[in-house]
């Protein structure tokens, strides 16, 4: 089955330590997106990638940095410099837009 | 710069009734516009999404959407509700190609007996 696989589903820090959240899909998809969710808030994308190789920020990616090496991995590290890391994170693929999602990894800093 | 604006965040509704959710954008050119479910703690899902065409489309689920540009409106409708709606439902604007969606804050949807 296709999809986009997202590990760990919660994670656990301490402040002041980065982090990786992975995110694999196996859809062929070129584009690839990472969106964080707050309680009340829409989705607001931190980083996306149109093709391996290259990334863009988005509205939030202070604190933030992506990596796009294979077309199925764009794993994103929330740094020590994010303000406010605990959220829930969604990572989503497309071939016209952000057509499918992750089933995200909820990120709690202590 | 565009926006989208989800007028209401909660929305109580019975088994069996019919359902409109709201969704209102600005954008400066033709829009890209989507609508998505998501259930508690989990990833959203594409219910449908229109560029062009017919202004009245056909998503997953028994959903549908009307597209009216003179309002500028997207909002999602369903003739008859079941208990398994219930979940957060978000409206989200973007130009065709670009995946720079901008999204709503969400609709809440509660169903009662």
């Known amino acids: 089955d296709g999809g986009i696989t997202q590990s760990p589903k919660y994670l656990f820090r301490k402040e002041g330590q980065n982090v990786t959240l992975s995110c694999e899909q196996n859809l062929n998809h070129d584009a690839m997106y990472w969106y964080r969710q707050d309680p009340g808030q829409g989705l607001r994308l931190i980083y996306y990638s149109q093709i391996v190789n290259d990334f863009q920020k988005g509205d939030i990616a202070e604190g933030y940095s992506v990596s796009r090496e294979k077309k199925e991995s764009f794993p994103l590290t929330v740094t020590s410099a994010q303000k406010n890391p605990t959220a829930f994170y969604l990572c989503a693929s497309g071939l016209t837009g952000t057509e499918y999602f992750g089933p995200g990894t909820r990120l709690t800093v202590t | ?113």
């Open chain 2, 1 to 113: 710069a565009q926006s989208v604006t989800q007028p209401d965040i909660h929305i109580t509704v019975s088994e069996g009734a019919s359902l409109e959710l709201r969704c209102n954008y600005s954008y400066g050119a033709t829009p890209y516009l989507f609508w998505y479910v998501q259930s508690p703690g989990q990833g959203l899902q594409l219910l449908l999404k229109y560029f062009s065409g017919d202004t009245l489309v056909q998503g997953i689920k028994g959903f549908e959407a009307e597209f009216k540009r003179s309002q500028s409106s997207f909002n999602l409708r369903k003739p008859s509700v079941h208990w398994s709606d219930a979940a957060e439902y978000f409206c989200a604007v973007g130009p065709f190609g670009n995946e720079k969606l901008t999204f709503g804050t969400g609709t809440r949807l509660t169903i009662i007996p």
